[in-house]
């Protein structure tokens, strides 16, 4: 079993950036693909970014790309996505997520979430 425990939102203007982490726990974090997820008010959830095992591999939303980067760092089992060129249609509530499955775009296979952290960029 892993927790997850994210941090790093927070409110920035249109073209900012925020770098958000999630910290892991337990000895089997570097087994997961582990993915971000994003929900803001009245709609889905939907995934935003994603991550293999051996963190060679990498998956983004179409928005995210050339916005975004996702990375892990196995010693701290942590996760970061950085994100860059911020635009009001980011904002939501950032999840990660860690799976044992292989199918990265999916939230409905991931097996732990974390509580989310609330990002908000202003135009």
């Known amino acids: 079993q892993v927790q997850l425990v994210e941090s790093g939102g927070g409110l920035v203007q249109a073209g900012g950036s925020l770098r958000l982490s999630c910290a892991a726990s337990?000895?089997?974090?570097?087994?997961?693909?582990m993915g971000w997820f994003r929900q803001a008010p009245g709609k889905e959830r939907e995934f935003v970014a994603a991550i293999s095992r051996s963190g060679g591999s990498t998956y983004y939303e179409d928005s995210a790309k050339g916005r975004f980067t996702i990375s892990r760092e196995k010693d701290k089992n942590t996760m970061y996505l950085q994100m860059n060129s911020l635009k009001p249609e980011d904002t939501a509530v950032y999840y990660c997520?860690?799976?044992?499955?292989?199918?990265?775009?999916?939230?409905?296979?991931?097996?732990?979430w974390g509580h989310g952290t609330q990002v908000t960029v202003s135009s």
């Open positions: 997520a860690a799976s044992t499955a292989t199918w990265p775009r999916s939230a409905g296979t991931y097996d732990y």
């Open positions: 337990g000895r089997t974090y570097s087994t997961y693909l």
